[in-house]
């Protein structure tokens, strides 16, 4: 019997940290499985070719959780090194130890990582068969509210003013293609944050709800194409002028043996891709509204929660979120408008909502 116990104590201590680890996460599991069920009667009553893929996402989701893992691994070693740490293996190791123990860290950590992988899943299915569900007719319309709001002019016309070299355009594509990353860094941070369970559960249920409230439903009743696709999808070449310049610009960057304007790829990758019913990682053409500058405000409002300053420097990179999202012919300034609106009232209605489940919980 004496034996046994100290077996029966590990194995008590692990249950219980395996159910405070589901705790911490059951309001974003249960929302991504309650959100998960009409995608897949959707997906049963399709017309279309296109299938809804539930591990779409996995395998990168993996590969950048293993370099985010070795890139911080290498930092972090070296920073005991320059900050002359006595012991900096030892201390190395009792900090990856603190990521892997007790193992419902790492086990709930790989739950949270196949969870959102269901919700990118989700949303990228969703956004596939939108011209299936609701054809895009609000082109037009974008386009001339989009120079109704800036004077006369289309808002490309005013960035390309102000931004006119070339290099200018490679910084912003350049910032525009970094917000996976500074996406992923929120993300990553958030998985592993343990100060504050409210703001934790605030930032991944506003940021699921945006997927599928703004990114699917919203895309849905206003579907559009953007500035980029207008000529397939509308046959008119408003946006001829523009493309152009895109493709000016890049051939003047190649020819300086630096990047082209990736923007002018991509888009041409995404219509081939619709054009042949593919599916795939990212895949999918929608304009309104746009994800890039909903996702950037969010992560403004959640840093400023954090840090103040950061919270500033976030805010910064969504203005040039803004600004690439119609400088690069991928959305009207509309979309980028009513996505900043719509998330600013998301974030305070989760804030909302929380605050009236964990009244409840506690008067209970």
Request: proline letters at 4%.
């Amino acid at each position: 019997m004496d034996q046994l116990s100290p077996i029966r104590a590990k194995r008590s201590n692990f249950v219980l940290s395996l159910k405070n680890e589901f705790n911490r996460n059951k309001l974003i599991i249960y929302f991504v499985v309650i959100t998960t069920l009409p995608v897949f009667l959707v997906d049963s009553s399709t017309y279309g070719t296109l299938q809804y893929e539930l591990y779409n996402y996995l395998e990168i989701l993996s590969i950048v959780c293993y370099v985010s893992f070795m890139v911080w691994a290498t930092y972090y070693y070296f920073y005991l090194l320059i900050n002359k740490e006595k012991r900096p293996i030892k201390r190395f190791l009792r900090k990856i130890k603190t990521l892997f123990l007790p193992l419902s860290k790492p086990i709930f950590f790989a739950v949270m990582i196949f969870t959102l992988n269901i919700s990118f899943s989700s949303y990228t299915f969703i956004k596939s068969i939108i011209p299936e569900v609701m054809p895009y007719y609000l082109d037009l319309e974008f386009y001339h509210i989009d120079k109704w709001l800036h004077f006369g002019y289309s808002p490309w016309e005013i960035t390309h003013y102000l931004f006119s070299s070339p290099y200018f355009t490679l910084f912003i594509n350049t910032l525009y293609n970094a917000w996976f990353f500074v996406m992923w860094g929120m993300i990553l941070y958030f998985i592993l944050y343990r100060e504050c369970d409210h703001l934790r559960n605030r930032f991944f249920i506003t940021f699921m709800s945006s997927w599928i409230l703004l990114g699917n439903i919203m895309a849905i009743l206003l579907s559009s194409a953007g500035p980029a696709f207008m000529h397939y999808f509308e046959g008119m070449a408003l946006y001829s002028d523009l493309i152009a310049i895109l493709e000016q610009q890049s051939t003047h960057l190649v020819s300086s043996e630096l990047p082209p304007v990736w923007a002018l790829g991509t888009q041409e990758m995404l219509l081939e891709k619709y054009i042949n019913s593919e599916t795939g990682i990212g895949i999918g053409i929608s304009a309104m509204p746009s994800m890039h500058v909903t996702i950037a405000v969010l992560m403004a409002l959640c840093g400023y929660e954090l840090n103040k300053k950061l919270g500033y420097l976030l805010w910064a990179y969504a203005f040039f979120i803004q600004i690439g999202s119609v400088h690069l012919a991928w959305h009207y300034a509309i979309d980028g408008y009513i996505g900043a609106i719509c998330v600013i009232i998301l974030w305070y209605f989760v804030d909302w909502c929380l605050m009236r489940i964990d009244s409840n919980s506690n008067s209970s």
